[in-house]
């Protein structure tokens, strides 16, 4: 058993980080309530951290393999340990957004050195059943934090969501010194860090994202509104002319050449907005709408936990299957889960989420092993932390882009609905109040004779937003299957199993390359 311990470790780093991804979910109407946020705020809780994550990755998966992975990987545990604390401390929303992008910085390194730490410590079928723990670890992380939130802040408080961080992550340090070898940083150390393309992919990602969420409060043709996308469009510019530029840049551009490579990027972007990101939206539909206390929101969610982790240990048993019929067809399972949950009303209540949820959590555990596998596939072992850095990379900025994309569609349905009926006199206003999860408060500041109406609007409109949310989910769950299935070609062998197939140490292209 000895020989299991470094998955262990990395298992046990990469639950809490990816837990406090979707963790905040449940918690945040108690957030609203505590600490009078809006809409907006609410969005940077979950944002701020998805964002500082994504942003970072590729940066820190270039910087491991130069100075060492496992070096990275303890420094990110203590950095994401000691943010921890700070969010469960922090006495305003402002603090609290701060912290939670230290604590995304923390989490890129530990997330950034994860699939190359794996890569080096297993081969040959072991590889294959450390990625398959590894993937089923990372689709129950995300699946439960919501429920795990729902326990800690019904019972306890909102703020014991990050203090339970701080045992684990210690626990992760322990085991980490003590079973975790030293990868990567061989002959490395003197390459110039690419810090123009790390900056500018950071401005980039954290330009748009911050577009999008000003989008739903200020409007798209604001200056505020049009400066961020302009920031946005030139940084992505500055990024790709200083990647083809550089001798080793943080994320090696020819790559997307490879039809295989593009299309697990493309999944991997898609992934988790499609799955993950309208959690947000479902959770204050049910607690400030629905009335439901944060653990019974978070069971009507719990389904969708248990049934990616049966996907996942089933797809490790009886595989391996080709890449392209794992992770394309678990998109199309998550596209039919989001659409199937896409039929609310105002008399709808949580159960009728959990089919949906069910068969979108097949979906999240069959993607979730094959993603990283695959792409480990099209690179050799010592580009195996830009790769690893790439697919978390593009993952979270799919989270953090979905939710911002998701919060627009939903308080511009919720507005759109007030306004039909009429009976509200500043619809704007109310979907922003609605919105940041002020429901219950919102109906009660109305007379008692008109509180039965105003409620049924109320619920009306949350559906209205809520199933425009899970349409979009379906289509782009929908659009990334169908890309998956015409470009991934990685033979079953090769995914988890054979890294360093397309690409010769010396970077040239191989006959297998070809095949890509």
């Not at 590729?58 to 100075?67: E, H, N, P, Y």
């Not at 994320?251 to 593009?262: I, K, Q």
């Not at 069910?358 to 990283?372: E, N």
């Amino acid at each position: 058993m000895r020989k299991w311990w470094p998955l262990a470790a990395i298992c046990l780093g990469t639950f809490m980080l990816l837990l406090d991804v979707t963790i905040v979910t449940v918690a945040l109407p108690a957030m609203a309530t505590d600490l009078g946020t809006t809409l907006t705020d609410l969005e940077w809780v979950v944002d701020a951290y998805a964002l500082a994550l994504a942003s970072l990755l590729l940066g820190v998966g270039s910087l491991a393999d130069r100075i060492g992975r496992r070096k990275v990987y303890l420094v990110g545990l203590v950095v994401f340990t000691a943010a921890s604390v700070a969010c469960a401390v922090a006495p305003n929303a402002g603090v609290l957004i701060g912290a939670r992008a230290v604590q995304g910085i923390g989490a890129a390194g530990m997330f950034g050195t994860t699939i190359a730490l794996l890569g080096m410590e297993y081969s040959g079928r072991q590889r294959g059943v450390a990625f398959a723990v590894w993937g089923a670890t990372n689709s129950v992380a995300a699946a439960a934090g919501p429920v795990v939130g729902g326990l800690l802040t019904q019972y306890l408080d909102w703020r014991w969501i990050f203090f339970v961080n701080l045992p684990v992550c210690l626990a992760a340090v322990v085991m980490t010194l003590r079973s975790v070898r030293e990868a990567g940083g061989r002959g490395r150390g003197r390459q110039r860090a690419d810090v123009l393309g790390t900056v500018a992919f950071t401005v980039a990602s954290g330009a748009l994202t911050f577009g999008l969420i000003r989008a739903h409060s200020d409007g798209w043709t604001t200056p505020l509104t049009l400066g961020l996308f302009t920031t946005a469009a030139v940084a992505l510019a500055l990024f790709v002319a200083a990647e083809t530029r550089h001798e080793h840049p943080v994320l090696d551009l020819s790559l997307f050449r490879r039809p295989s490579f593009a299309g697990i990027m493309v999944s991997a972007l898609f992934l988790q907005g499609a799955a993950f990101a309208s959690l947000l939206y479902e959770s204050l539909w049910m607690q400030s709408v629905l009335g439901y206390e944060p653990v019974e929101a978070g069971l009507y969610i719990l389904p969708m936990c248990a049934s990616a982790f049966l996907a996942s240990v089933l797809a490790g048993r009886f595989g391996p299957w080709p890449p392209r019929v794992t992770i394309g067809g678990g998109l199309a399972l998550i596209a039919l889960g989001s659409g199937m949950q896409a039929t609310l009303d105002a008399g709808s209540s949580g159960s009728s989420l959990v089919a949906g949820l069910v068969v979108a959590g097949l979906g999240v555990g069959l993607v979730t092993p094959g993603l990283s596998a695959a792409a480990l596939a099209t690179v050799p072992p010592e580009r195996g932390g830009m790769v690893g850095g790439a697919v978390n990379t593009f993952r979270q900025l799919g989270f953090a882009l979905g939710i911002a994309l998701f919060g627009v569609i939903f308080q511009s349905r919720i507005e759109g609905v007030l306004k039909a009926d009429g009976g509200v006199p500043d619809p704007h206003e109310a979907a922003v109040v609605l919105s940041g999860g002020h429901a219950r408060s919102f109906v009660a500041g109305w007379p008692e004779d008109e509180r039965a109406g105003m409620t049924h609007l109320v619920r009306e409109a949350f559906a209205s937003g809520l199933n425009a949310v899970l349409v979009v989910a379906a289509a782009l769950g929908a659009a990334a299957s169908l890309v998956v299935v015409a470009t991934v070609r990685v033979p079953t062998a090769d995914a988890g199993q054979q890294p360093e197939a397309g690409t010769a140490p010396g970077g040239q292209e191989t006959r297998a390359d070809a095949a890509l």
